[in-house]
């Protein structure tokens, strides 16, 4: 009695552990075993600009299966699937043939196709709903939208950065089916229903992002450069505008059998990549020159044309030499000197201290993935003629976004701040689950030192080399660069990266841009003649779709450009004087040396102020 009083204690105590402790679990392995499921995918967020323009969504599309246990005429069901679906009819009734449980027919079947199916009368075929992600403008915004895989998961850009909000919850409908997957007479079809992922609202703003996409494509198809990109931002909020590069690709047709284009065309270069910064990064070392009280306005220097630094002979952009000029005439002529002289009465450690505040030393936290952070020598082992070219953008290396960002407290007032690509993200409801705003990092310079700054860098383009920006009317300021590109430790010869950075209005700056084209070809590759003119048609462009009013316009008479090929330099400049032309020299000066090229050509229209470019050979 004792035993069977045990057994039947025992037999209770499991009883009770089966339908309590594993009751939820047996339940869901018992539905799974009466039932048959197909997966209705969530639909994914949408992706908007600043203003709400649309520019991700999807498309309802369809995987069809087929039970061959449940199709009763295999013939017919593998003729009709394979002339509305395209598959081929006979290894399809070989496999409806075969012992296998489901097969899939096709996929990304469109809805006028399963609506075909549906009138054939074919029995034993199913579906399942699927979305596929459609990008509104194609080949725009390519890196910073990214792209999903086929299963709807986010790969790159916006759409893995934010996968976990855009992504929706799948649904499923049930089918009540016999132990081999025949659907039971008078089952119960149980549909339940996924939901839509959050909607993406981005800082991007579709206008000036179409200004810049069509810039950039002009200058790399222009240039035959290897490479060309620009990135406009909100230089008060760190908001990004605009972020575009060539070479890209159509996100509705990925080059997904080519995985390193994919990859590498599909990655934004402007916040992974680093590059020598040449002549834009003077903005930063004048600001940290003028801050430390080290140099004003009123500082001289005499420019032959190099600066022996320890032992070591560094030239000028200019090999003839600028002379005697002022810090603002400095700037203005992009003087490697003035910048060398800068560097050095700072020394090493206040020149990495203001790296440092920079953000040149660090990642600006800008919300996409892959960024990298800017390279500079280890401190400890800075010489004094590396600390030389550190000053006028050499012997270092940034990323874009963190010269821009650093750029952008120049300017701005003092204010370093994180960049951001996201505004908001919002519920189907409505309701605002995430909310952006402006972020300071901290102070970089005084606001005395960037008011100055501002109005120094106005006349780079309204008096130096940066005049191929201007807008008419309007007060814009900026810097152009063009450094020399490095290939097993040694100077590529002829390979440059031109750029230009640029900011409106100068006096109280919104718009900071940074254009860059990677090895432009065909002669010019200052960043003045290269870079410039594309970002002043995108300032100008900007100016219209804003409405903005000009503070003063004047209309330049144009003329033809004189032939100067063939003359020698002496005889060139004067020519240019007369007409009230600049010019920039390519190639090393000699005594009596000749004009090789030109940049404009003879008889193009060229207006006062114009920046010409010279090739001695």
Known sequence: MVLVAFLFVAIIARLIYIQIAEGSSLRVKALDQWTRDVPVTGERGDIFDRNGVLLADTETLYTVYARPVSVTDKEYTARVLGTVLGVDSEALYAKLTSKVSEITVSKKVTKAEMNALIDSGIEGVYYAQNLDRKYIYGDFLTQILGFTNIDGVGQSGVEAYYDKYLKGTDGYILTETDLVGRELDGNVTRYIAGSKGNNVYLTVDYAIQSFVESAVNNAYLKHNATAASCVVMNAKTGEILAMAQRPSYDLNNLPRDDIELLFSAGKSTLVSNVYEPGSTFKVLTAAMGLDKGLVNTGYNLYCPGYRIVDGQRIKCW???????????????NSCNCLFMDIALKLGTENFYDGLEVFGITEKTGIDMSGEASGLTITESAVKTVDLARMGFGQAIAVT?????????????????????????????????????????????ISSETSALMREILETVV???????????????????????????????????VSTFLGFMPADDPEYILLFIVDEPKGGAYYGSVVAAPYAGEIFSKIVSYKGMQPSSYVEKEKFRMPLLEGLTLTEAVKILKQHNLYYELAGEWTEGAKVAKQLPLANSYVTEDSIILIDVG
């Not at 200019?318 to 203005?332: K, L, P």
């Not at 407290?409 to 370093?416: A, F, M, P, T, Y």
């Not at 940066?466 to 002829?494: D, E, H, L």
């Open 318 to 332: 200019r090999t003839i030499g600028h002379g005697s000029e002022t810090f603002t005439e400095g700037v203005q």
């Open 400 to 444: 874009p976004i963190e010269l821009l960002t650093a750029a952008a407290s120049v300017v701005n007032g003092g204010k370093l701040m994180t960049p951001y690509i996201l505004d908001k993200i919002v519920d189907n409801d409505g309701k605002v689950l995430v909310q952006n705003y402006p972020i300071v990092k901290r102070n970089t």
């Open 462 to 496: 309204s008096e130096g080399g940066g005049k191929n920006a201007q807008v008419p009317g309007f007060r814009i300021g900026g810097k152009t660069g063009t450094a020399q590109k490095y290939a097993n430790g040694v100077i590529a010869q002829g390979m440059y």
